[in-house]
């Protein structure tokens, strides 16, 4: 199977391999550090290590791009080109010894997502996809790739459905609108995090819903999402990673899921 690897997708996936390199010998170590932000979010010596590598990496190959990375700030540019970065996405289950976590990276152009990695070594999975040539997935470290298509379910009755942490809703005021769709749906879990969104580029979740996240959660999954076919937006329907919250389902369920959070 033809994949299509140029020189930025090429560099996003050198960049997930240094994040693999610096995340793993970190999970489950007996000396991990582990901080708590002010928004009293955990931070692990492995958040900051991973992103001050790939911003090192990024330096010497891409010294004129902008970067943007959780842990250390910055800034992508309106106009040109930007790196998002998520060093460790899902560092509570990191932080606790759970394997599902990821390293996110994305490049933008003139604001707009292109290319999008995420990496999750202690899976041993990894999806990525670049504008105009698809998304793809290895379900085993060095196996061959296989290319990502979402859902063909076109009812909500028929959707399964996912969230990270269904309370956030009640501190955002839309917990009655997570009922709303839940209740108009076949299966509801709790999934969680990137992992959601790579499943509904899969086809196996029919849609996900975050009702908080940051565009270094976000960009890199709005390509793989939109490359396998399905439609990604945040909760108003602007097809944006920078809302503050975010949809992602395979397209045919999309709408209706946004109308049960109003007009």
């Known amino acids: 199977m033809l994949v299509t690897v140029d020189a930025d997708l090429s560099l996003a996936l050198r ?4 994040a693999d390199a610096t995340t793993l010998p970190r999970f489950r170590a007996t000396d991990l550090r582990v901080t708590r932000k002010p928004d009293r979010t955990p931070v692990t010596d492995a958040d900051t290590a991973t992103e001050d590598a790939l911003r090192a990496e990024l330096a010497t ?13 910055g800034d992508v540019p309106e106009s040109g080109r930007g790196w998002l970065l998520d060093p460790i996405d899902g560092t509570k289950n990191f932080s606790r010894g759970l394997p599902v976590w990821a390293s996110l990276i994305a490049l933008t152009m003139h604001g707009k997502p292109v290319i999008g990695v995420a990496s999750a070594p202690g899976l041993g999975r990894r999806w990525w996809a670049s504008a105009g040539a698809g998304a793809w997935t290895t379900d085993t470290p060095g196996a061959e790739p296989r290319r990502l298509a ?9 959707v399964y459905v996912s969230t990270t942490d269904p309370d956030v ?4 005021g839309t917990f009655d609108s997570w009922l709303a769709l839940t209740d108009r749906c076949w299966e509801t879990r709790a999934f969680g995090d990137f992992w959601q969104h790579c499943l509904v580029a899969e086809g196996l979740l029919d849609l996900a819903v975050e009702p908080e996240a940051s565009s270094w959660d976000l960009a890199a999954l709005q390509v793989i999402i939109e490359e396998a076919g399905g439609r990604f937006s945040d909760l108003t329907g602007a097809a944006t990673f920078a809302g503050g919250d975010a949809m992602s389902s395979n397209g045919l369920v999309h709408d209706a899921a946004l109308s049960c959070f109003g007009p």
């Open 15 to 18: 960049l997930a391999d240094i």
């Open 61 to 73: 190959r891409r010294p004129g791009d902008g970067v943007l990375g959780e842990e250390r700030g």
């Open 150 to 158: 979402v859902s063909g379910v076109a009812e909500l009755g028929d």
């Open 169 to 172: 809703f009640r501190k955002h």
